[in-house]
Protein backbone atom coordinates (compact mmCIF):
# COMPACT_ATOMS: atom_id res chain seq x y z
CA UNK A 1 0.00 0.00 0.00
CA UNK A 2 1.36 3.44 -1.21
CA UNK A 3 -0.26 7.01 -0.42
CA UNK A 4 2.08 9.15 -2.05
CA UNK A 5 1.58 13.51 -1.91
CA UNK A 6 2.75 15.89 -3.63
CA UNK A 7 2.50 19.22 -4.20
CA UNK A 8 3.18 21.32 -1.25
CA UNK A 9 5.73 24.53 -1.15
CA UNK A 10 6.15 27.56 0.16
CA UNK A 11 3.94 30.28 -1.17
CA UNK A 12 2.98 33.88 -0.58
CA UNK A 13 -0.59 34.71 1.58
CA UNK A 14 -3.26 34.65 -1.02
CA UNK A 15 -1.72 32.37 -3.25
CA UNK A 16 -2.99 28.71 -4.44
CA UNK A 17 -1.69 25.33 -4.11
CA UNK A 18 -2.89 21.83 -5.47
CA UNK A 19 -2.29 18.99 -3.61
CA UNK A 20 -2.01 15.19 -4.64
CA UNK A 21 -2.68 12.20 -3.22
CA UNK A 22 -1.53 9.12 -5.07
CA UNK A 23 -2.36 5.72 -4.17
CA UNK A 24 -1.89 2.03 -4.76
CA UNK A 25 -2.27 -1.28 -3.53
CA UNK A 26 -5.70 -1.22 -2.27
CA UNK A 27 -9.29 -0.82 -4.47
CA UNK A 28 -9.18 2.96 -4.15
CA UNK A 29 -12.78 3.58 -5.12
CA UNK A 30 -13.55 1.51 -1.77
CA UNK A 31 -12.22 4.00 0.40
CA UNK A 32 -13.46 7.08 1.86
CA UNK A 33 -10.37 9.59 1.57
CA UNK A 34 -9.38 12.49 3.51
CA UNK A 35 -6.76 15.23 3.89
CA UNK A 36 -5.29 16.09 7.27
CA UNK A 37 -2.58 18.48 8.54
CA UNK A 38 -0.35 18.98 11.31
CA UNK A 39 1.30 22.23 12.35
CA UNK A 40 4.45 22.84 14.25
CA UNK A 41 3.70 22.31 18.02
CA UNK A 42 -0.03 21.16 17.00
CA UNK A 43 -1.91 17.66 16.75
CA UNK A 44 -3.08 16.63 13.76
CA UNK A 45 -6.50 17.49 12.51
CA UNK A 46 -8.48 16.94 9.89
CA UNK A 47 -9.23 19.14 6.96
CA UNK A 48 -11.40 17.68 4.42
CA UNK A 49 -13.05 14.34 3.41
CA UNK A 50 -14.66 13.31 0.73
CA UNK A 51 -17.06 9.93 0.21
CA UNK A 52 -16.02 7.13 -1.57
CA UNK A 53 -17.99 8.34 -4.99
CA UNK A 54 -17.33 11.44 -3.81
CA UNK A 55 -21.20 11.68 -3.33
CA UNK A 56 -20.84 13.73 -0.33
CA UNK A 57 -17.56 16.06 1.32
CA UNK A 58 -16.88 18.03 4.96
CA UNK A 59 -14.77 20.31 5.59
CA UNK A 60 -12.93 21.90 8.70
CA UNK A 61 -14.28 25.54 9.59
CA UNK A 62 -11.44 26.95 8.78
CA UNK A 63 -10.89 26.09 4.98
CA UNK A 64 -14.62 26.29 3.92
CA UNK A 65 -14.99 28.14 0.89
CA UNK A 66 -11.31 28.23 0.41
CA UNK A 67 -10.52 24.53 -0.18
CA UNK A 68 -11.95 21.90 -2.05
CA UNK A 69 -11.45 18.12 -2.03
CA UNK A 70 -11.97 15.91 -5.01
CA UNK A 71 -11.18 12.44 -6.15
CA UNK A 72 -10.59 10.55 -9.40
CA UNK A 73 -11.60 6.63 -9.17
CA UNK A 74 -9.82 6.24 -11.98
CA UNK A 75 -7.02 7.80 -11.56
CA UNK A 76 -6.38 6.28 -7.74
CA UNK A 77 -5.95 9.94 -7.00
CA UNK A 78 -6.98 12.55 -4.20
CA UNK A 79 -7.07 16.31 -4.49
CA UNK A 80 -6.91 19.28 -2.27
CA UNK A 81 -7.18 22.63 -4.07
CA UNK A 82 -6.10 24.92 -1.83
CA UNK A 83 -7.12 29.04 -2.62
CA UNK A 84 -6.56 31.65 -0.77
CA UNK A 85 -3.72 30.07 1.42
CA UNK A 86 -2.48 31.93 4.96
CA UNK A 87 0.04 31.70 7.57
CA UNK A 88 -1.93 29.38 9.70
CA UNK A 89 -2.51 26.96 6.98
CA UNK A 90 1.37 26.08 7.11
CA UNK A 91 1.48 22.29 7.87
CA UNK A 92 2.45 18.89 6.61
CA UNK A 93 -0.36 17.88 5.48
CA UNK A 94 -0.90 14.00 4.79
CA UNK A 95 -3.73 11.94 2.87
CA UNK A 96 -5.76 9.29 4.68
CA UNK A 97 -7.34 6.45 2.97
CA UNK A 98 -10.69 4.57 5.55
CA UNK A 99 -12.77 1.74 5.15
CA UNK A 100 -14.30 0.19 8.15
CA UNK A 101 -11.33 -0.39 10.63
CA UNK A 102 -8.70 -0.30 7.86
CA UNK A 103 -6.76 2.86 7.25
CA UNK A 104 -3.58 4.24 5.14
CA UNK A 105 -1.83 7.15 5.74
CA UNK A 106 0.81 9.00 3.67
CA UNK A 107 4.01 10.52 4.67
CA UNK A 108 2.85 14.12 4.21
CA UNK A 109 3.97 17.21 2.03
CA UNK A 110 5.09 20.51 3.71
CA UNK A 111 2.97 23.71 2.80
CA UNK A 112 4.48 26.50 4.16
CA UNK A 113 2.48 30.20 3.58
CA UNK A 114 4.66 33.11 4.40
CA UNK A 115 5.83 36.61 2.89
Known amino acids: VQLVESGGGLVQPGWSLRLSCATS????????MSWHRQAPGKERELVAR????????DYEDSVKGRFTISRDNARNTVYLQMDSLNSEDTAVYYC?????????WGKGTLVTVSS
Open 96 to 104: KASFGLNAY
Open 50 to 57: ISRAAEST
Open 25 to 32: GFTFSWYA
